[in-house]
């Protein structure tokens, strides 16, 4: 049950009679009726509020559930001491010491706000009557347009941090009662929020809330004594339906996190070498480091690679966690190279900065032909079947996938990305995962590796800096096995 649903669920037996006992010594509704009746004509007499024309008899058809005995169904318009309508249409300044209390001064979220309201133009003044300035414990409903209308809201005095006297404009219609508890009220009319705001009349950006819809409404009313208790409950149990709220949502967000947060617990496990076993018959990474270099030599002999400076040797303060005996500490420009770039001649497939969809963390399938002459300055980069991308540049900084399938045109990516081409002995798809960890998400964040202000990014040197935990290759394929097997029953988990 959601909070939301649990608040409703306390207003429904509220308004129904069961939420507190019912006490034969506090009398009858029919009696509170007959007096509010009473009351009504002597403020008709005084000429205080209009004699309206009766509404229509309650039938046994129009009744949606069962009350007590003691109680009574009524119309709202009866039981009000001020005639439901909306505000006058104001003529506003732009400083005064009288406030216009308009639809945004009732917040769904923050309740009243005052400091929203407009200034009343005081020279109309004299067009509104006594009765027409909010007072405290007022009822406000917005009555126009399709996204508050129904917004059902309690004026108080201490709402007015500004103190001035404040009129409701022509789309706020405020309910007053000074013979009915008017919080009991105010609860009655929360329950029958969702109700209202399907009662708009009009078309979608004109629909309003008519008075009569307002004034016709069905009200439970109970004793005067058996209301104020009512309200005493519901006062008492909200509390506890906040504290649940905070609860909820404290579980709604961990249950929303968790899959993800399973994920990076399993790409943790894998990069640490604690998600398989390793098998001595596999040999060490030791060894398919020295392969590795043997492969750098011939991609540099044939001209495919250039030589370039050697990065630093990796001191122990570096390594970030300890791994199995049979890996191998390397850095991420030991183990990758780059096909470099060139300038388009002919039409090519443009792999543009945003072409990743990071939540799949696959490329797009739309593919964007673009011709030699109109290429921009930054599609640059030679890109081959099987290379990672990293996205180097922010906002799209960690976007990242493998190019896995093949192009009508030659593809060209963005010098926004890192192109990884893997040498033999490391398993792209290992990589991949140990690119999208937690340790490297957290390397690629860090202040003195993310650099720039208004551009920021990981630069080549420092990303190609980056330490890489190194398994064996067949140990790699097996941990990527792992990691296919038990990320969807993470997704299941959403």
Known sequence: MTPQQLKNSILKQAIEGKLVEQRPEEGTAEELYAQIQEEKKKLIAEGKIKKEKPLPGITEEDIPFNIPESWKWVRLNEVVSKEIRRGRSPKYTTKSNTLVFAQKCNSKYEGIRTDLALYLDETTLEKYSEQEFMQDGDIVINSTGGGTMGRVGQYHIKDNKQSFPIVPDSHVTVIRSNNVNIDYLFYFLKSQQNFLEGQGDGSTNQTELKPLILKSLLLPLPPLEEQKRIVAKIEEL????????????????????????????????????????????????????????????????????????????????????????????????????????????????????????????????????????????????????????????????????????????????????AVMTCIFGVFNKFLFNYLRSPEFDSYANDNENSKGIAYPAINDTRLYKALVPLPPLEEQKRIVAKIEELFPYCDKLK
């Open 238 to 417: 909200l509390p506890f339906v906040d504290k649940y709220e905070k609860a909820y949502n404290a579980l709604e967000e961990f249950n929303a996190r968790f899959p993800e947060d399973m994920k990076k617990s399993i790409l943790q496990q894998a990069i640490e070498g604690k998600l398989v076993e390793q098998l001595p018959e596999e040999g060490t990474a030791e060894e398919l480091y020295a392969q590795i270099q043997e492969e750098k030599k011939k991609l540099i002999e044939e001209g495919k690679i250039k030589k370039e400076k050697s990065l630093p040797e990796i001191t122990d303060e570096e390594k970030p966690f300890d791994i199995p005996e049979s890996w191998k500490w390397v850095r991420l420009k030991d183990i990758v190279y780059n096909s470099g770039q060139k300038q388009p001649t002919t039409e090519f497939s443009y792999i543009e900065i945003n072409s990743i969809d990071n939540i799949h963390q696959k490329l797009s399938n739309t593919e964007n032909i673009i011709p030699a002459n109109k290429a921009p300055s930054r599609a640059r980069k030679i890109v081959k079947y099987g290379d990672i991308l990293y996205a180097t540049v922010r906002p799209y900084l960690h976007n990242m996938c493998i190019i896995d399938r093949d192009f009508e045109k030659e593809p060209i990516a963005s010098t926004g990305f």
